[in-house]
């Protein structure tokens, strides 16, 4: 029994990894994502496309839905971040295209590559997470692009607390519309 137990609370307490890499192109107008445990074990991957009635996520050739521009904003007000998850690496590479602007792109790599500099000192302070960024400037390209690498760790029981915690929340919900109702 004793060993049972704590092989329960091994599992609860062992941290999960979650690789998160976003890929933007401003020419293609796409933005591409991919989930991974462990960086090896690939979740889930595909792209997302801005459209008129809310961002079409395609996570294969067949397999698309619609998040509407409406339920984005009321999800943003319900998000609540976690003391239980935090951030161990954060990556970023922006490529800048300065075919049809080459000054322009070069000032705007120095302000981004100065304002990244300024960020990561701030955040350096509260956090361990390891931090880098690389601006290039590309003089045969036009449009830019952006690749993001996070690194993101918690452990199993931080997600179960979450999901009880959201479910008690809607039971609650529940509970007080049928009151009002009768």
């Known amino acids: 029994m004793a060993v049972l137990i704590s092989s329960v609370l091994l599992i609860l307490l062992f941290p999960v990894y979650v690789d998160v890499y976003l890929y933007a192109d401003r020419r293609d107008a796409k933005l591409g994502f991919a989930l991974y445990l ?34 984005m904003l009321s999800a943003r007000k319900n998000f609540e971040i976690t003391k239980g998850f ?73 997600v179960l607390i979450a999901v009880g915690k959201l479910i008690l929340e809607k039971v609650l919900c529940y509970g007080r519309k049928g009151k009002r109702s009768r």
């Not at 889930?44 to 698309?64: C, D, N």
């Not at 350096?124 to 690498?149: C, H, K, T, Y």
Request: proline share 3%.
């Open 38 to 71: 462990y960086d090896c074990v690939r979740v889930l991957g595909g792209y997302a496309r801005p459209y008129p009635a809310g961002v079409a996520f395609h996570l294969s050739e067949k397999r698309a839905f619609l998040l509407p521009y409406r339920e």
């Open 86 to 158: 935090s951030v161990c690496r954060y990556r970023q590479v922006i490529e800048l295209g300065g075919a049809e602007n080459a000054a322009g792109a070069l000032t705007a790599g120095a302000l981004l590559g100065k304002t990244a500099d300024v960020l990561f000192a701030v955040v350096r302070r509260r956090s361990d997470a390891v931090l880098a960024s690389d601006i290039l400037v590309n003089m045969g390209r036009q449009g830019g692009r952006v690749a993001v690498n996070v690194t993101v760790v918690f452990d199993l029981l931080i």
